[in-house]
């Protein structure tokens, strides 16, 4: 049964009006005691949202102790007491009729829907473990934790992969982790690009859909209040993006961008600021490899280790870092018999190409416009100012850039690191009103490795990492896939044999479903952790183990909003429905029956840094209730996780300058040197080349961001639309899409195309179309049917589709349309030199 709000409200209401109708024909004198109501007790209790991105603060309203609404808990820095509609909607997931309410075990072949039979958990668990413990026995590596959504990073991801020792695939390469790349190698912290909004005069919304989903690191609540905010203070916002979406009420100006071509408008506005001098040459010598001295090969010239500056004072090449020395930016040198110029001299003659005419043809947007925009981003950061924040001067550089998951296309890292540099040149980086990468300004381990990497020589793991294919790497599923099912070419010499598979939907959620599902069928045995019973699971598991929703234990989390200092505790409002477990409490016991439970202890001591009296004894068995009291009393709080369950989140201090800003931080930025220069990523070039990776591969590992023709441009005129895919408020990836109250709010899948592009090829509003993608590499085509929606909101060149459908295993979410998934694809061409996902193609649309 598909069940609606409306049949939902006429079944509630028909229930009740039945009883108010026997009652009523009986009389009151045949009412018994039981049918007396009795007291009824209405409470509130602190958890968070489990669908969301952002775990925003929820009070669960409870009768008799069963959760019957959900709103916004004001206590909570990122929600304030407000909900969007998945918040809401959620009550619907946890009482969804078609949730695993049971262990399940399979009875058919794999790769077609399964049928089950029901098990209790210690069959179910030890099916799973026998399997798990000999292939670790075998090799730990060919044993593989797949996550899709994690909440408990230092449980989930960490302890327990480390117990196991096992391989650790993400979803961060389908996400935005082009953009985390781009930044952690440059610059260092974890995070991709976000204004500082309470200060930003000046704000690109780069692919960002403000209004209508997240953005870096948080979600769709936080970031359209604080660009309210930010409006009011008089913010100007730029949208930058092929579709308006919803951001057109906010937005100043719409730059309607060709699909891919960020790279491209990111060098034009480099180009309009070298041009105009609007430069801040003290925050480039002061903290950037701009000043260090590179040869005509392309690197740094050195004497030893060390890299040469070429200082003013002096006229003479000394050590960088040598203090009293005012390192020179531009000219050329001689320098130990090799003429030499600063790294910043480099990229001034590199972008002197890229003007903003040439990129005007390959982005469609206008000459006027980027040399406008360039003009008032160089105004607008006030080079030289300051301003005063909670008692402390720093640089004030009031131009911020949101830039999230759009950085997922091909040239995707270094889109992104072209972004940096344009942010570098004003010294809007880490400044009060500039452009963040986290809520925290902190280097990550990944800035040090991404400049260290050994590439390797083969055979290589299917996630090809330290690969001459890809030495910077996010861990895409879909490359992994590609590699199993093509060994000889990627040098692969084993897959993957046992799969954990973590609330994980590979086969619907991820680009080139075909790749993923071929690769899966070749796993020995899944077992499947979650709520409902996923297209994954439904195809490929042998053991499903259900998964609690928000019915659970889970964290700890920040619930900082950027300024304050919170973190959070998801708690069970109610005890798990049904037969279900939380994901810690499932984890405790399976490590038990494979023999590494003492390990995972040790290891959930270490991540959650529990010592002394509040560190695990690996000799007790725990709930995950104490696993969180444990880490509460570590944190100092008396009651320990008893204070979440009263309050649901710990709102500390509001964060101070030094930890927000890289200027503020001590040392300045962390102590590290941003790479405004690349140097390592020539030398992966060179070592790629040497190692036989064809062009493809090592072709964007260059020191500057490079411009290059697009794969996708390729394929014959024929194809002669870009498609992009979108998120919908109503829905978080594909884990909303079955529940009724938010499939009612979206609709279904549909194509939006520009209604001049339809008038041309004969289509109307509401006309089913056909849709085939083509891949200009292999020249494989790929198709599907779907609605079309005629609207201005995208360039004629064009056509979207929202990404939340395309399943087929809960009957509420049969009927909703395909996944634009279907249409990607990986491999050269379509991923980036990171292994990073590309969401672009070329397709054609014709009636159906």
Same mark, same amino acid.
């Given at each position: 049964? !598909?069940?609606?709000?409306?049949?939902?409200?006429?079944?509630?209401?028909?229930? &009740?009006?039945?009883?108010?109708?026997?009652?009523?024909?009986?009389?009151?004198?045949?009412?018994?005691?039981?049918?007396?109501?009795?007291?009824?007790?209405?409470?509130?209790?602190?958890?968070?949202?489990?669908?969301?991105?952002?775990?925003?603060?929820?009070?669960?309203?409870?009768?008799?102790?069963?959760?019957? %609404?959900?709103?916004?808990?004001?206590?909570?820095?990122?929600?304030?007491?407000?909900?969007?509609?998945?918040?809401?909607?959620?009550?619907?997931?946890?009482?969804?009729?078609?949730?695993?309410?049971?262990?399940?075990?399979?009875?058919?072949?794999?790769?077609?829907?399964?049928?089950?039979?029901?098990?209790?958990?210690?069959?179910?668990?030890?099916?799973?473990?026998?399997?798990?413990?000999?292939?670790?026995?075998?090799?730990?590596?060919?044993?593989?934790?797949?996550?899709?959504? %994690?909440?408990?990073?230092?449980?989930?991801?960490?302890?327990?992969?480390?117990?196991?020792?096992?391989?650790?695939?993400?979803?961060?390469?389908?996400?935005?982790?082009?953009?985390?790349?781009?930044?952690?190698?440059?610059?260092?912290?974890?995070?991709?690009?976000?204004?500082?909004?309470?200060?930003?005069?000046?704000?690109?919304?780069?692919?960002?859909?403000?209004?209508?989903?997240?953005?870096?690191?948080?979600?769709?609540?936080?970031?359209? !209040?604080?660009?309210?905010?930010?409006?009011?203070?008089?913010?100007?916002?730029?949208?930058?993006?092929?579709?308006?979406?919803?951001?057109?009420?906010?937005?100043?100006?719409?730059?309607?961008?060709?699909?891919?071509?960020?790279?491209?408008?990111?060098?034009?506005?480099?180009?309009?600021?070298?041009?105009?001098?609007?430069?801040?040459?003290?925050?480039?010598?002061?903290?950037?490899?701009?000043?260090?001295?590179?040869?005509?090969?392309?690197?740094?010239?050195?004497?030893?280790?060390?890299?040469?500056?070429?200082?003013?004072?002096?006229?003479?090449?000394?050590?960088?870092?040598?203090?009293?020395?005012?390192?020179?930016?531009?000219?050329?040198?001689?320098?130990?018999?090799?003429?030499?110029?600063?790294?910043?001299?480099?990229?001034?003659?590199? $972008?002197?190409?890229?003007?903003?005419?040439?990129?005007?043809?390959?982005?469609?947007?206008?000459?006027?416009?980027?040399?406008?925009?360039?003009?008032?981003?160089?105004?607008?950061?006030?080079?030289?100012?300051?301003?005063?924040?909670?008692?402390?001067?720093?640089?004030?550089?009031?131009?911020? $850039?949101?830039?999230?998951?759009?950085?997922?296309?091909?040239? +995707?890292?270094?889109?992104?690191?072209?972004?940096?540099?344009?942010?570098?040149?004003? +010294?809007?980086?880490? @400044?009060?009103?500039?452009?963040?990468?986290?809520?925290?300004?902190?280097?990550?381990?990944?800035?040090?490795?991404?400049?260290?990497?050994?590439?390797?020589?083969?055979?290589?793991?299917?996630?090809?990492?330290?690969?001459?294919?890809?030495?910077?790497?996010?861990?895409?599923?879909?490359?992994?896939?590609?590699?199993?099912?093509?060994?000889?070419?990627?040098?692969? /010499?084993?897959?993957?044999?046992?799969?954990?598979?973590?609330?994980?939907? @590979?086969?619907?959620?991820?680009?080139?479903?075909?790749?993923?599902?071929?690769?899966?069928?070749?796993?020995?045995?899944?077992?499947?952790?979650?709520?409902?019973?996923?297209?994954?699971?439904?195809?490929?598991?042998?053991?499903?183990?259900?998964?609690?929703?928000?019915?659970?234990?889970?964290?700890?989390?920040?619930?900082?909003?950027?300024?304050?200092?919170?973190?959070?505790?998801?708690?069970?409002?109610?005890?798990?429905?049904?037969? %279900?477990?939380?994901?810690?409490?499932?984890?405790?016991?399976?490590?038990?029956?494979? &023999?590494?439970?003492?390990?995972?202890?040790?290891?959930?001591?270490?991540?959650?840094? =529990?010592?002394?009296?509040?560190?695990?004894?690996?000799?007790?068995?725990?709930?995950?209730?104490?696993?969180?009291?444990?880490?509460?009393?570590?944190?100092? =709080?008396?009651?320990?996780? @008893?204070?979440?369950?009263?309050?649901?989140?710990?709102?500390?201090?509001?964060?101070?300058?030094?930890?927000?800003?890289?200027?503020?931080?001590?040392?300045?930025?962390?102590?590290?040197?941003?790479?405004?220069?690349?140097?390592?990523?020539?030398?992966?070039?060179?070592?790629?080349?040497?190692?036989?990776?064809?062009?493809?591969?090592? !072709?964007?590992?260059?020191?500057?961001?490079?411009?290059?023709?697009?794969?996708?441009?390729?394929?014959?005129?024929?194809?002669?639309?870009?498609?992009?895919?979108?998120?919908?408020?109503?829905?978080?990836?594909?884990?909303?899409?079955?529940?009724?109250?938010?499939?009612?709010? %979206?609709?279904?899948?549909?194509?939006?195309?520009?209604? /001049?592009?339809? @008038?041309?090829?004969?289509?109307?509003?509401?006309?089913?179309?056909?849709?085939?993608?083509?891949?200009? $590499?292999?020249?494989?085509?790929?198709?599907?049917?779907?609605?079309?929606?005629?609207?201005? /909101?995208?360039?004629?060149?064009?056509?979207?589709?929202?990404?939340?459908?395309?399943?087929?295993?809960?009957?509420?979410?049969?009927?909703?349309?395909?996944?634009?998934?279907?249409?990607?694809?990986?491999?050269?061409?379509?991923?980036?030199?990171?292994?990073?996902?590309?969401?672009?193609?070329?397709?054609?649309?014709?009636?159906?």
């Amino acid at each position: 049964m !598909r069940v609606t709000r409306r049949t939902f409200l006429k079944g509630t209401g028909a229930t &009740g009006a039945a009883l108010a109708a026997r009652r009523l024909l009986r009389g009151p004198e045949t009412l018994r005691a039981a049918e007396i109501p009795q007291a009824y007790v209405e409470d509130f209790v602190p958890t968070a949202c489990w669908i969301g991105k952002q775990d925003c603060g929820i009070l669960a309203r409870r009768i008799n102790g069963r959760v019957v %609404s959900l709103y916004g808990n004001p206590s909570n820095p990122r929600n304030l007491g407000t909900l969007c509609p998945k918040g809401v909607a959620q009550i619907a997931a946890l009482y969804d009729p078609h949730r695993v309410k049971t262990p399940l075990v399979r009875t058919n072949e794999k790769g077609v829907p399964g049928t089950w039979r029901q098990a209790t958990w210690d069959e179910a668990l030890e099916l799973a473990a026998e399997q798990i413990r000999t292939t670790l026995e075998k090799d730990p590596s060919l044993v593989v934790w797949q996550k899709g959504r %994690s909440k408990s990073k230092y449980v989930y991801d960490e302890a327990l992969t480390e117990a196991l020792g096992c391989t650790k695939i993400g979803h961060g390469a389908f996400c935005s982790d082009a953009g985390y790349r781009a930044l952690e190698y440059t610059m260092g912290p974890k995070g991709v690009l976000n204004p500082d909004l309470r200060h930003s005069k000046l704000i690109l919304a780069w692919g960002w859909n403000a209004v209508a989903a997240g953005g870096n690191q948080l979600c769709w609540i936080t970031w359209p !209040r604080q660009l309210i905010e930010a409006k009011e203070n008089g913010a100007k916002l730029i949208t930058i993006d092929p579709r308006i979406r919803g951001t057109a009420h906010f937005s100043d100006r719409w730059l309607p961008i060709r699909p891919g071509t960020d790279l491209a408008l990111a060098l034009a506005l480099c180009h309009v600021l070298v041009k105009n001098d609007t430069i801040d040459r003290e925050y480039l010598r002061t903290y950037t490899n701009a000043p260090y001295l590179v040869g005509p090969d392309g690197y740094f010239v050195r004497r030893g280790d060390d890299p040469l500056v070429w200082d003013e004072r002096a006229g003479k090449a000394v050590p960088a870092g040598t203090p009293g020395v005012v390192p020179a930016l531009e000219g050329s040198f001689e320098v130990d018999g090799v003429t030499a110029k600063p790294a910043f001299q480099v990229f001034v003659e590199h $972008v002197e190409r890229y003007t903003p005419a040439w990129a005007a043809e390959i982005t469609g947007i206008s000459e006027g416009e980027i040399q406008l925009l360039g003009t008032e981003i160089g105004e607008a950061a006030s080079i030289g100012s300051t301003i005063v924040v909670d008692g402390v001067e720093l640089p004030y550089r009031p131009v911020g $850039v949101m830039a999230y998951h759009a950085m997922q296309q091909e040239l +995707g890292f270094q889109a992104t690191r072209a972004m940096i540099l344009m942010l570098m040149l004003i +010294g809007a980086m880490g @400044a009060v009103g500039g452009t963040l990468g986290t809520t925290k300004w902190e280097i990550d381990d990944n800035y040090f490795a991404l400049d260290a990497i050994e590439i390797g020589d083969g055979p290589y793991d299917p996630l090809l990492k330290s690969s001459r294919f890809f030495p910077i790497n996010s861990g895409n599923p879909a490359i992994a896939a590609t590699a199993i099912l093509d060994p000889e070419t990627y040098d692969v /010499a084993k897959g993957y044999e046992v799969m954990i598979l973590h609330m994980s939907n @590979a086969a619907v959620s991820y680009p080139d479903t075909q790749a993923i599902r071929a690769a899966y069928r070749r796993l020995r045995f899944v077992v499947a952790i979650g709520p409902w019973l996923s297209e994954t699971a439904d195809l490929f598991a042998d053991v499903v183990l259900p998964a609690a929703t928000l019915e659970k234990y889970e964290g700890p989390g920040s619930a900082s909003d950027g300024y304050l200092d919170a973190v959070m505790v998801r708690t069970p409002p109610m005890p798990p429905l049904y037969q %279900s477990r939380g994901e810690t409490d499932i984890y405790l016991q399976l490590t038990e029956r494979i &023999g590494v439970y003492e390990a995972f202890i040790e290891h959930l001591n270490e991540q959650l840094g =529990l010592t002394g009296p509040h560190a695990l004894d690996p000799s007790r068995r725990y709930t995950e209730r104490e696993v969180f009291d444990h880490w509460a009393k570590q944190q100092g =709080l008396e009651e320990g996780i @008893a204070y979440f369950e009263e309050n649901g989140v710990w709102v500390k201090d509001p964060l101070p300058p030094s930890v927000r800003y890289g200027y503020a931080t001590d040392p300045p930025f962390g102590g590290v040197i941003h790479r405004f220069y690349g140097e390592s990523l020539l030398r992966y070039q060179e070592q790629m080349r040497e190692k036989g990776a064809p062009e493809t591969f090592w !072709r964007d590992y260059t020191p500057l961001p490079t411009w290059r023709p697009l794969t996708m441009d390729s394929s014959p005129p024929q194809y002669d639309l870009y498609l992009i895919s979108y998120k919908l408020i109503e829905h978080k990836q594909d884990r909303t899409s079955f529940i009724p109250l938010l499939s009612e709010l %979206s609709g279904g899948q549909r194509l939006d195309i520009n209604p /001049a592009t339809a @008038a041309a090829k004969g289509i109307s509003h509401g006309q089913m179309v056909w849709v085939e993608s083509h891949n200009a $590499v292999t020249g494989e085509t790929r198709r599907v049917k779907v609605l079309a929606n005629l609207t201005h /909101a995208v360039r004629p060149d064009v056509v979207a589709m929202p990404h939340h459908f395309g399943l087929f295993s809960n009957p509420n979410s049969k009927d909703l349309g395909p996944s634009a998934n279907a249409l990607l694809f990986t491999g050269p061409g379509y991923v980036g030199m990171t292994a990073d996902a590309s969401f672009h193609v070329k397709v054609r649309v014709e009636p159906a």
